[in-house]
């Protein structure tokens, strides 16, 4: 996988990223009183939110992992074969 698309991938993320931040953002919210202290509820959204983007972002990782891996598995195994066929073409002359 070449670094422009892993580039790709991470800006991608990032918006979607922004995106679910702003999203949650527009939830309505319990009303605030005078003190800045955060309610049960919203320290609850917080870790639920913390949380799920946490997962999503561990998905993705694992999924470029996973596919940069197979890239690499698929690459070495094309140059060995070229190399089988050039031994055996090179072996018959």
């Not at 197979?70 to 089988?84: C, D, E, N, P």
Request: aromatic share 10%; glycine share 6%.
């Amino acid at each position: 996988m070449s670094i422009k698309s892993s580039v790709t991938l991470l800006a991608k993320l990032y918006h979607l990223v922004s995106w679910l931040v702003n999203a949650s953002s527009l939830l309505p919210s319990a009303p605030q009183s005078g003190d800045d202290m955060p309610t049960a509820k919203q320290l609850a959204d917080i870790g639920y939110k913390t949380f799920s983007t946490s997962m999503m972002l561990l998905t993705v990782y694992g999924g470029y992992l996973c596919s940069v891996r197979a890239y690499h598995f698929f690459q070495r195994r094309s140059s060995r074969r070229q190399a089988a066929e050039e031994q055996k073409t090179s072996g018959v002359l």
